[in-house]
Every structure is written in structure tokens, then in C-alpha cells.
């Protein structure tokens, strides 16, 4: 049972332009979500997270939105460039249940930024 | 710089042998996790450790163990009885004291196949 859903396996975007990415949860427990960015024979980087008590949170060119009602979020990439192509993971946890942090993984969207 | 080391990048194991992938962060973190991914799917997790001398089964340990002998290291040894070993192994850690929360930072990650 997929508990996180990336459900758009890639993106095509035009330099410039804004690249939106989405995520979805089953687990209203979870109260903690971050994205990561990929690339090839590499770690995951973290980009950005919010809190369940925050709807938006804002870094530069990145902004989260989260909609608890529709257990659903989206990263924001404007604008978007050439080095921002990777892959994205939404990852969730439920940091009420104590200090474990064990993050749960969307199966990740690539994007590609085309110049 | 301070971070995450995974050794070696690349490792290749004959059926039925044990291999051991390190794992070291100079991050003074408490926590460390070992992650799988496969292709096209998401991050899942093996093994987890808040403290030395402790750790805890994710959701995908059989056929690994670990050892947190030191807070720097977390080495995963892919056992024998790991019937599908082939696959992207990633390390993380977390600072598990201070307010707020705080994400988790990967390592570049093993890539471990079967001859």
C-alpha cells in the first residue's frame, strides 16, 4: 500500500517557465513532508519542507503548498533552469509518533528542463 | 567538510557471499538510516539507529544486519539470505537534539550488483 504517490512519473518543462510537482498521502497521521532532489549515482539532496501547522512555505526559487483537507502537496520551481532537472521524491513522516523519523517515499517525478 | 561517506561506489558480489557497505558522517548526528532504492521506485528503509549500541528494523530488513558501534558509523552487511541484493543502497543521518525538526542528509550511496 503506497502510503506517498508521486503519481506523474516525469515533467517537460521550458527553461523559464514554472515547474509544479505533486504529491499525494493516504496517512493522516503523517505531519511532516519534505522534498528531495536527485541526480544520477547520487544522494538525495533536500530541497525544502513544511509542517502540517504551515499551508506554504517559501526558499528562493522553491515554494511547498500543502492542502490537509485534500492530503495532497506540490513543489513549486519558478523559475525553473537547466540544472534543476533531476528527480524529485516527496517523502512524509509523522513526527508525533516520537523522534524516529522514519520518512515514507513517493517513487519520484523527473523533471526535465529544456533550455 | 562536514558529511556523509558511503564506500565503495561500486560493488559487485558472487551469490552466496556477505558484503559490508560503510557508512561514516562527521555531522555529530544521532541518527542514521539505510535505505534501498530500486528502479522506479521510491526510497525504502532497512535498518534505523537513534543511538549507539541500538538500532531498529525498517520495513525491508531481512536479509541485512547492522552494527552502531560508534556514533560516526553505521556499516549494512547484505547477507547471503538477501535473495534480490542487487540495488541503489543509501545512507542517511539526522540530528535528532534540538527544537524543531530536522531532515535527513544522504550520502552519495553503493551501488551493489551480483556477478
Known amino acids: 500500500d503506497q502510503q506517498v504517490k508521486q503519481n506523474s512519473p516525469s515533467l517537460s518543462v521550458q527553461e523559464g517557465r514554472i515547474s509544479i510537482l505533486n504529491c499525494d498521502y493516504t496517512n493522516s497521521m503523517f505531519d511532516y513532508f519534505l522534498w528531495y532532489k536527485k541526480y544520477p549515482a547520487e544522494g538525495p539532496t533536500f530541497l525544502i519542507s513544511?509542517?502540517?501547522?504551515?499551508d506554504k512555505n517559501e526558499d528562493g526559487r522553491f515554494t511547498v503548498f500543502l492542502n490537509k483537507s485534500a492530503k495532497h502537496l506540490s513543489l513549486h520551481i519558478v523559475p525553473s533552469q537547466p540544472g534543476d532537472s533531476a528527480v524529485y521524491f516527496c517523502?512524509?513522516?509523522?513526527?508525533?509518533?516520537?523522534?524516529?523519523?522514519?520518512?515514507?517515499f513517493g517513487t519520484g517525478t523527473l523533471l526535465a528542463v529544456q533550455p | 567538510d562536514g558529511g556523509i561517506t558511503q564506500s565503495p561506489k561500486y560493488l559487485f558480489r558472487k551469490e552466496g557471499q556477505n558484503v559490508t557497505l560503510s557508512c561514516e558522517q562527521n555531522?555529530?548526528?544521532?541518527?542514521m538510516y539505510w535505505y534501498r532504492q530500486d528502479p522506479g521506485q521510491g526510497l525504502r528503509l532497512i535498518y534505523y539507529s537513534q543511538i549507539v549500541n541500538d538500532f531498529q528494523k525498517g520495513d525491508i530488513a531481512e536479509g541485512y544486519s547492522v552494527s552502531r558501534e560508534k556514533k560516526e558509523s553505521f556499516p549494512l552487511t547484505v547477507t547471503s539470505a538477501q535473495k534480490n541484493p542487487t540495488a541503489f543502497y543509501l545512507c542517511?543521518?539526522?540530528?535528532?537534539?534540538?527544537?524543531?525538526?530536522?531532515?535527513?542528509?544522504f550520502g552519495d550511496g553503493t551501488r551493489l550488483s551480483i556477478l
Open positions: 513544511i509542517s502540517s501547522i504551515k
Open positions: 542517511a543521518s539526522r540530528r535528532l537534539r534540538g527544537a524543531g525538526s530536522q531532515p535527513q542528509h
Open positions: 517523502a512524509a513522516s509523522a513526527l508525533r509518533g516520537g523522534a524516529t523519523n522514519k520518512l515514507i
Open positions: 555531522l555529530n548526528h544521532d541518527a
